[in-house]
C-alpha cells in the first residue's frame, strides 16, 4: 500500500503538465474537441507569469483565467472564472465540436506581459481517475486493470459509432451539392431559353409599334 | 511492526491527499485541435526530461480553412530546427531523444500561417511519448509487481494485458487520425456546397441584368429622344 502510493507519487510528480503556450493580454486561445456525446472531458492547467527581474516564468496566485466552453450548437455550456491553476471538467450531451477557450482577467497583472499556460485536456476514458474507482467499487488491481481495458473498449466503440454517424451526414451533404449542381444547370439553361425568347417577342413588338418591320 | 505501521499513517493519508491534489496522471499522449488565425504563429512548447522516454512522435493535419496547408517548425532544447515543413496539408515525425540534435528538455513546435492573409487554419496534431519499445502505455504495465501469489499466473495476465492495452492504443491512434482526414474532407465539402450555391446565383443574376441591359439597348438605339441612343449612333452625348 506504502510502496503503491511512493510509485503513484513517483509517476506523478516526475511527471509534469504536458504542453504549454504563450498568451497575451487579452487574447484568446481556443482549442476544438470532436467528441461524441456522453463523453466526459477534463482539463487541468496552470499559469504562471513572466518575471522581468528573474527573466523567467514564475507562479503568481493573482491571476484570474477564464474558461468558456461551447458545445457544437454554440451554446455556452460552462464560464467560469478560475484561479492560477485550475481544473475543469464537463460532459458533452450532443456529439459534435465542442470550442474550449481561455483567456485571462487582465486586472491584476503588468501590461503588455506575457502568460506562460500548462495545459493538458484528457477526454473519454483518459479522464477517468482511476485510483477513486478502484475505491469506490473496491476494486483490487486485477480488476482495476480490467476496468481500464473495458472503458477503453467502449469509448472506441462510441467513437466508431459517431464516426459512422458523422460519415453518413457527409454522405448527404456531397449528395445535395451533386443533385445541386445538375438542378442549377438545368435551371439557367431554361431561363436562357426563356429570356431569349421574350426578348425576341419584345423587340419585335417594339419594332412593329415604331413600323421598322 | 505494529508500531511502525501506526506512525507511517499519517504519511500515508498525506501522500494519498497529495496525489488526489495534484490531479490526474498527465499521459503519454494527447492531441488538440486549434485555430491558427490569418498571418499568425501559434507555438507550443512540451517539456520532456523523464528517462523512461526514447523517443517521440508528432503528427499533424490541416482539418480546415483556405488551401488547407500551414508551416511547421520544430526545434529541440538545444535550439536546433529539427523540422522545416513549408505549407504542407499533413505530416508526421518521429524524434529519438538520444540522437545529438535533439536531447532532453523544451520542444518547441511552431504552426506559421503567416503566408496566408485572409483564411485562418483549423490544425490537428498529436503528440506521442514512446518508451524503449516504441509504446505508449501511461503507467498501465507498473503496478502488477505488488502481487506475491501466483507469479507465473500474474505474467501471463501481465503480457496479455499489456499487448491489449498496446492494440487498443493504435486503435484509439488510428480512429483520431481518420477522424482528422474525415474532418478535412468533410470541409472540403461544405466549401464546394457554398460556391456551388453562390457561384449559381450569381450567374443567374449576372443572366437576367445582361438581358434587360441588351433590351434596354436595343430599343434606346431606334428611340430619338433618349441620350444613350444617340450615344450609340453618334459617339457624342449631344447632336
Partial sequence: ???????????????????YFHIAETERKCFIEEIPDETMVIGNYKVQLFDPNTKGYADYPGIGMHVEIKDPDDKVILSKLYTSEGKFTFTSHSPGEHVICLYS??????????LRVHMDIQTGEHAQDYEKVAAKDKLNELQLR???LLDQVEQITKEQNYQRYREERFRATSESTNSRVLWWSMVQTVILLLTGFWQMRHLKGFFEAKKLV | MVMQYISA????????????????????????????????????????????YAAFEFDYQVVDGGDLDISLYLRSPKGIQLVNDYKKNEGDRRIVLNEPNAGRGDYAFCFDNTFSMQSSKTVFFEFFLLDEKGEYLNGFDQAFKQEEQAENQ????????????????RIEHLQSQLRAVEFRDRSIMEVNYERVNFWSIVHLCVMLFTLLVQVFMVRSLFEERSTVGRLIRKGKLAD
Fill in chain 1, 1 to 19: 500500500m506504502l510502496i503503491r502510493s511512493v510509485l503513484l507519487l513517483a509517476v506523478l510528480v516526475s511527471s509534469t503538465y504536458a504542453l
Fill in chain 1, 105 to 114: 482577467n487582465s486586472s491584476s497583472w503588468f501590461s503588455g506581459a506575457q
Fill in chain 1, 146 to 148: 480490467i476496468r481500464q
Fill in chain 2, 9 to 52: 499513517k499519517p504519511v500515508l493519508h498525506i501522500l494519498w491527499i497529495l496525489c488526489l491534489t495534484l490531479g490526474l496522471t498527465v499521459g503519454d499522449e494527447f492531441d488538440f485541435t486549434v485555430i491558427v488565425g490569418p498571418g499568425k504563429v501559434e507555438c507550443f512548447y512540451q517539456t520532456i526530461d523523464d528517462p523512461k
Fill in chain 2, 154 to 169: 500474474m505474467e501471463d495476465f501481465r503480457q496479455t494485458t499489456v499487448r491489449v492495452k498496446s492494440s487498443l492504443n
